[in-house]
């Protein structure tokens, strides 16, 4: 692998060199995460460096070429993440994740609901059950409810009263023996 690493980085010195009559300047890789993503994208930098033509000088490392490739490479390799910030910099307080509030509706029971995905999309083409379907909320399992029940603060947690509510009914679990309150009738 290192033995066709360092022959692309030789041929590529060449090449350069006899297309510009400037001698090239030594440019310090630090980084083997680059190192390695170049030596991916180095017959297509020979691609682009030779359709573009003589006259732009253009080396292997030129500074528009890496800035085209390297943040695709890193782009991929840092995955998208909702944290939980634990200690703000003002307060030192723990803060809630904003995105589980607007998505998701805590029960005075414990368990989260939410709405299913894509239901304002492409009704035209969708079945009238399956509009129906949309229409309905969905409860999260015991695992996420407990993920969620962490992204949130405390006061999030506690029962809260809406005139109207919509969610009354689902806010008791009496039909089931380990939830329910009140004596069964």
Known sequence: MLRIIGSTFREAGIRTLGASSKALTPINVNNLAQLRCLSIF??????????????????LLSPPLTCRILPVVLQQMQPTVRTVTKFSLKKGKRRS?????????????????????????RLWKKSSNQKR?????????????YLLDKMVTNFWKRPKYYVDDPYTPYHQREEFWITRKAPKP
């Open 97 to 121: 994740v904003k995105t589980v509030l607007k998505r998701f509706f805590r029960l005075h029971w414990g368990v989260w609901i939410r709405t299913k995905a894509g239901r304002h999309k």
């Open 133 to 145: 379907r949309l229409r309905q909320h969905v409860f999260t399992n015991s695992t996420q409810s």
């Open 42 to 59: 180095s017959s297509q930098i020979h691609a682009q460096s030779n359709t573009i033509g003589n006259a732009q000088n253009k080396t």
